[in-house]
């Protein structure tokens, strides 16, 4: 379906646009995100003032490549249905992943519905001090030393996927502990026997895409997927011993695949990714912390198609 833009869809992008700058120079903020795929005219861009401020954010590998390719910086999100806070957190956490923004940096956000063409929103982060949308513990904030941003990314893919689409119209619940995989693994135990145990390293890393119906279709097995650093699937449907980790606070609602992710991090380099089962939220661990959550949209299609119907309306 291609990009529907009216004449005060277009009005409200420029208006957000031409006060953009004023409020990041007012705000301190040392990064603006554009969501690029609600912006749907190429002839209206950000103020020349703030140009060096500016991280595109797609949902789509060829927008992020055309991006690079002009010397643009740009964020690729999971090409899913998110919230407008779902963008924002999505893209802050992959920033920070890469460096590209840093703890106590303030943070524009410009969003919209992706299909809509339209800035509609914006959104003031101070980074690290929002729980909403990440939360730096006091142990460190960043990714572990050695592990690559892609697989994280690969893997918020492939979990972000799940929350929404679940497997063959059923909701699954899934966790993913990515890093220090050598004492993950020292600190788990198979529930079933390893499906890749005895694979080539290349034939069963996360990030060759051939593996993605594999990967969702064994998320359907009780257990975490434990992954090495550079991507390469150790085991999945492995048990993670952590009952020795019994002060750990969580918010309330989180279930047992919660409190293993944030056990499996507190006592090891790790992070972990859960995808909720009842509700498809999925949530990010760090040092015994979750750090964000993204939750999946309620009605995303019905509210869509509503959305859609309403701009036509108007351009006719």
Do not use: W
Not at 122 to 127: A, E, G, S
Not at 162 to 182: M, T
Not at 212 to 226: L, M, N, R, Y
Not at 287 to 310: C, D, F, N
């Amino acid at each position: 379906m291609g990009r529907i833009t009216v004449g005060p869809a277009k009005a409200i992008t420029q208006t957000i646009l031409n006060h953009v700058g004023e409020m990041a120079e007012e705000a301190g903020a040392s990064a603006v995100f554009v969501y690029l795929d609600a912006l749907s005219d190429p002839q209206i861009k950000p103020p020349e003032s703030i140009g060096d401020k500016v991280i595109y954010v797609t949902r789509t590998a060829q927008e992020q490549k055309e991006q690079n390719r002009i010397g643009k910086r740009c964020l690729r999100v999971p090409n899913v249905p998110l919230t407008r806070m779902g963008q924002v957190k999505v893209a802050v956490f992959l920033a920070l992943s890469r460096n590209m923004i840093h703890p106590g940096d303030i943070v524009v956000s410009l969003t919209g519905i992706a299909e809509s063409g339209t800035l509609d929103t914006i959104m003031i982060t101070d980074v690290g001090r929002e729980y909403e949308v990440y939360s730096a513990s006091e142990d460190g904030h960043d990714l572990p030393a050695d592990v690559s941003p892609e697989v994280v990314e690969r893997v918020l893919d492939l979990a972000t996927e799940l929350g929404n689409e679940g497997r063959e119209g059923k909701p699954v619940g899934a966790l993913f502990v990515i890093g220090d995989s050598k004492r993950v693994m020292e600190l788990s135990h198979q529930l079933i026997l390893n499906p890749f145990q005895g694979y080539p390293e290349d034939q069963r890393n996360i990030l060759d895409k051939r593996l993605e119906e594999t990967v969702k279709e064994f998320s359907t097995i009780d257990g975490a997927f434990i992954i090495r650093s550079d991507g390469v699937i150790e085991t999945c449907g492995a048990y993670l011993e952590t009952t020795k980790h019994k002060d750990l606070e969580l918010p309330r609602g989180l279930g047992a695949r919660h409190y293993a992710a944030a056990a499996i991090t507190a006592a090891t380099d790790a992070v972990a990714i859960t995808v909720s089962e009842s509700t498809g939220t999925v949530t990010i661990f760090r040092h015994g912390k979750p750090i964000t959550e993204i939750e999946k949209p309620r009605s995303t299609a019905v509210q869509h198609e509503r959305y859609l119907a309403a701009v036509r309306s108007q351009a006719e």
